[in-house]
């Protein structure tokens, strides 16, 4: 279920509830593997987009989920505006 949302150009309900899926088997994945970690982010690359996912380490089960277009945008600093925006959330 999506909390909230900024822009348009995709269905995000649809994507969050694909990508919880995303999350959840990695997490299975991870407790198979015997790996006592957590995930910081995860990241898809598609041909024009990025797409970033942060699961929220002070609240299992919440991730923030960021879209970007590659041609705009810069990686690296995305990835540090997900760290600040969940270091900052209130939920």
């Known amino acids: ?3 909230g949302r900024i822009g348009s150009g995709l269905d995000l309900d649809l994507a969050a509830a ?3 899926e995303v999350v959840r088997a990695k997490m299975k994945t991870m407790k ?3 790996l006592a970690d957590s995930i910081e982010d ?5 041909g024009k987009q990025y797409h970033i ?3 929220i380490a002070a609240k299992p089960g919440l991730f923030l989920y960021l879209v970007l277009d590659k041609a705009k945008s ?3 600093l995305a990835r ?3 760290q600040d925006a ?3 959330l209130v939920v």
């Not at 995860?42 to 598609?46: D, G, P, R, S, W």
Request: glycine fraction near 8%.
């Open 1 to 3: 279920m999506t909390l």
């Open 18 to 20: 694909g990508n919880t």
């Open 32 to 34: 198979s593997l015997g």
């Open 42 to 46: 995860i990241l898809i690359t598609l």
């Open 53 to 55: 996912i942060r699961p």
């Open 74 to 76: 810069n990686l690296a």
């Open 80 to 82: 540090r505006n997900c």
């Open 86 to 88: 969940e270091a900052s």
